[in-house]
């Protein structure tokens, strides 16, 4: 997304000269580029090597899940915190502790001695992204004039399908080769020498900006928040090991009392100072409130799709992970492909809705062509059949990505644009990591205990086309549910500068940055 506004007032660059730009800025923008491109490939790298790490490390069904869902819930539960931190104590100071923490949590990742210290060491990892990601727009805001962002933007388009493309390429290689004998732990020790460079160099080129009148926290919304997360996907991940005991359940159930909790909570917040994590008056605009459920639903069908689709391959059908990660490059090809026409050419001719829903079609059709396909080849099926699914279902998922926070936000009033722009993407990754939660429901419910080697492979691919099967339901909810956005494109809400959005840097968090494959 290009920004044609005017900087901010509320920015306080506080090492440029006024009317100035810093000469600095693009040694800055590599640093944070680089920092936000080391994110999103470890959103998708460690997929890749789940099954190696459950073989070498021991790790259950319930802890493999957590892996993955305990990143993405820090990284939910702290995003809209971790702007408003940046926007409190300084973007650079933030951007700093966040890259260094994330450095850290690499290294106890890839040195983990059990599979209990990886899952601490990547919730730990995916709260410290939080304090970061929220910093990189933010500080572009606040670096570059309002002519060089569209420039700006556009390179870090480029990045984000840099990331999803390589992503899982680059886990492949670094699992296959097992280099030292170290398995699949060089997939996070090589955030170390990157972050090390960012935490360095970063201290040099980045200016130090803060908004002086910023929103301040909500640590109580987000304790609430946590918890009722916590207490929907625990009995969900662990519901299967230990036969769905009743405890889970009154849990599950009770994650709905915190929900009540936390929305009279923030009504009380936002009439005390105004500041509550979760602004409850925009769930008035129809549009909105459709957007927040659409991106939710949508989180949930990547995050129990992409788990999945990776056990499916390695466990069930016993490919490399190479062979599994060069079987998804079409996939990602069609994201980006359909992501840029989508924006450029489809919305303004059609509509943001007509497309948007499009694409939900589009992506479920994939889903059944690759639910008949896996059913009709079974354990023979090679990766050029399994080309055309990936390759429709990637092209439903750019038509998705691209449009749908500019539709979502298109009827938002401009005083909130950068309030909704945060809660859109937190909703997103905390339906990821629901969907993570589920896969226990959908897929390892259908996978009974002591198989034998024989039986696994056929056992994996019965399992994997019921997965399926949730995954289109999913996309066809997300169409129904999509009928609530608006049917043209109403006058875009300027959401990219010049708003709340430089303040709130939740909205920077991943306001104007395309969601990543995960």
Not at 42 to 62: K, L, R
Not at 205 to 218: G, M, Q, V, Y
Not at 219 to 238: F, H, I, K, Q, S
Not at 423 to 446: D, E, K, P, R, Y
Request: charged residues 15%; proline residues 6%.
């Amino acid at each position: 997304m290009t920004s044609t506004a005017t900087p901010d007032p509320m920015e306080s660059p506080a090492s440029s000269t006024p009317g100035a730009p810093d000469r600095r800025r693009w040694f800055a923008l590599a640093i944070i580029m680089t920092a936000a491109f080391m994110d999103l490939v470890d959103v998708t790298i460690v997929n890749i090597a789940i099954p190696s790490i459950q073989a070498e490390a021991g790790a259950t069904v319930s802890q493999i899940q957590w892996i993955t869902a305990g990143y993405a819930l820090a990284f939910a539960a702290g995003l809209i915190t971790g702007g408003r931190l940046g926007d409190i104590h300084g973007r650079k100071r933030l951007f700093l502790i966040g890259i260094g923490g994330f450095t850290l949590a690499s290294a106890l990742c890839g040195f983990a001695a059990n599979p209990e210290m990886l899952v601490a060491a990547r919730i730990l990892q995916g709260g410290m992204a939080a304090m970061m990601v929220p910093q990189v727009l933010s500080i572009v805001h606040a670096t570059f004039p309002a002519e060089e962002r569209g420039k700006v933007f556009g390179l870090f388009g480029a990045i984000v399908g840099l990331g999803a493309v390589s992503g899982p390429l680059l886990g492949a290689l670094l699992t296959e080769w097992n280099l030292f004998g170290l398995e699949w732990r060089p997939i996070f020790l090589i955030n170390l020498p990157v972050g090390i460079a960012g935490l360095i160099l970063g201290s040099r080129f980045i200016t130090e900006s803060r908004a002086p009148r910023a929103l301040k926290l909500d640590l109580v919304g987000v304790a609430l928040v946590t918890l009722g997360l916590l207490m929907l996907l625990y009995p969900l991940t662990r519901g299967r090991e230990l036969g769905w005991p009743l405890w889970g359940y009154v849990s599950m159930a009770g994650a709905l009392v915190v929900g009540a909790a936390l929305v009279a909570y923030e009504k009380r917040k936002t009439a005390r100072d105004g500041s509550p994590l979760v602004e409850l008056s925009l769930f008035k605009v129809k549009s909105f409130a459709a957007g927040i459920a659409v991106q939710t639903v949508f989180g949930i069908g990547l995050g129990i799709f992409f788990l999945v689709w990776t056990l499916y391959m390695q466990t069930g059908l016993g490919w490399r992970p190479l062979k599994a990660g060069l079987t998804g490059v079409p996939f990602s090809i069609a994201v980006s492909l359909a992501a840029g026409l989508s924006v450029q050419k489809l919305v303004p001719r059609v509509g943001g809705r007509r497309v948007l829903q499009t694409g939900a079609l589009t992506m479920a059709t994939g889903v059944l062509l690759y639910l008949w396909e896996a059913d009709r080849y079974g354990m023979s099926i090679a990766p050029w059949q399994m080309s055309l699914p990936l390759i429709v279902m990637g092209l439903g998922m750019g038509l998705i990505f691209a449009p749908l926070t500019d539709m979502v936000l298109s009827r938002v009033p401009r005083e909130h644009s950068g309030s909704a722009s945060g809660l859109i993407n937190t909703m997103q990754q905390m339906g990821n990591a629901l969907g993570l939660g589920l896969v226990s429901v959908v897929f390892f419910n259908q996978i009974p205990d002591g198989l034998r080697p024989d039986e696994v492979g056929p056992v994996f691919v019965a399992a994997f086309q019921h997965a399926l099967g949730w995954v289109a339901a999913v996309m066809l909810v997300i169409f129904l549910l999509m009928f609530a956005l608006p049917g043209r494109e109403a006058p875009r809400t300027k959401h990219d500068g010049g708003t709340r959005a430089s303040r709130e840097t939740a909205a920077p968090a991943r306001e104007t940055e395309p969601a990543p494959v995960p």
